[in-house]
């Protein structure tokens, strides 16, 4: 690998490079062993030359944004984590009124810019801990509301057809998915479709939101958000609980005393611990309910 680590150092003019990164500093769960390589790019030509190097030379690359929806095994991942930096964290209001996102920018940024801006429509993802980028990629939604609702077009990083300009319609965008990685694209930014409103009624209805996400969520634990898909026709949370999983544990993860559908980092919990015990409940649930349990979280690396 050092004389990939040389090319990486070539394409890397202007963003940073770190070998042998822990990934526990860079993910919600708090947990995740060493990265071979951890980019920040710093614009989208070097962006693009880092994922072609990788692609050159067989070497896996993974994009990561907040690391909030995101568990990364305890020996690490043997290849290149890229992150986006600060050309990516650009908010504007644009002249037709649409609000344009850097993809890594927080959604809570986001949110935050659309209130300033009195335009509502992004009071959902206010409390959502992701990025703008993996938003997209997975619709990511909230209290009946999600990405699709509001998004207006997306630019991409296409390892072929270089940066588009694709329009929502065109993501195939459904519940917690789109085509967007098996089309092994990358989320440059993004453009909302937001709608005039009141300060005073935005803000509340941000207060409203963030206080039931204080109430029913372990926001004082690491976590990845919600652990499962909601299945049809259920509620993950309620079968989990239903299944007298509540507080269920293995060495330092929990299923949530708080929200069953939280899966937490309770006390030096392990990447290990962590992916056994949602193996744990994906089984109790489906011998008691007959119900599968779709993981919403990414598994990434060696366990």
């Known amino acids: 690998m050092s004389d990939f680590r040389q090319l990486l150092g070539q394409v890397m003019r202007s963003g940073r490079c770190l070998a042998d990164e822990p990934m526990s500093r860079h993910t919600t ?15 989208e030509t070097e962006l693009a030359d880092v994922l072609a190097l990788c692609r050159q030379q067989s070497v896996p690359s993974y994009i990561v944004g907040n690391g909030s ?91 072929k057809k270089g940066v588009l300009e694709l329009a929502a319609t065109e993501l195939a965008l459904g519940y917690r998915t789109s085509n967007i990685p098996a089309r092994g694209q990358v989320v440059l930014g993004a453009r909302f479709c937001l709608k005039p409103g009141t300060e005073s009624e935005i803000r509340n209805r941000m207060e409203e939101l963030g206080a039931q996400r204080r109430n029913k969520q372990p926001l004082e634990y690491p976590s990845a958000g919600s652990t499962f898909k909601r299945p049809q026709g259920y509620f993950a949370g309620k079968l989990i609980e239903e299944a007298g999983l509540r507080g269920f544990t293995v060495g330092g993860a929990q299923v949530s ?47």
């Open 29 to 43: 769960f708090r947990v995740g062993g060493p990265a071979d390589y951890y980019v920040e790019a710093e614009s």
């Open 69 to 159: 929806n995101l568990l990364v095994g305890d020996k690490g991942y043997r290849g290149v984590i890229v992150v986006l930096g600060k050309h990516f964290s650009e908010v504007k209001r644009e002249a037709d009124g649409r609000l344009w996102a850097g993809a890594g920018v927080l959604l809570a940024v986001v949110a935050k810019a659309a209130l300033k801006e009195t335009l509502t429509g992004m009071e959902f993802a206010s409390g959502i801990p992701g990025t703008v980028g993996g938003a997209v990629v997975m619709n990511a939604g909230a209290y009946g509301s999600e990405l699709a609702d509001v998004l207006g077009t997306v630019r991409i990083l296409d390892p």
């Open 257 to 303: 005393e708080k929200h069953c559908g939280f899966v937490i980092n309770r006390k030096e919990a392990t990447a290990a611990d962590i992916k056994k015990l949602c193996h744990e409940v994906q089984r109790r649930v489906r011998e008691q309910f007959g119900v599968e349990l779709e993981p919403e979280i990414k598994q990434l690396g060696e366990f």
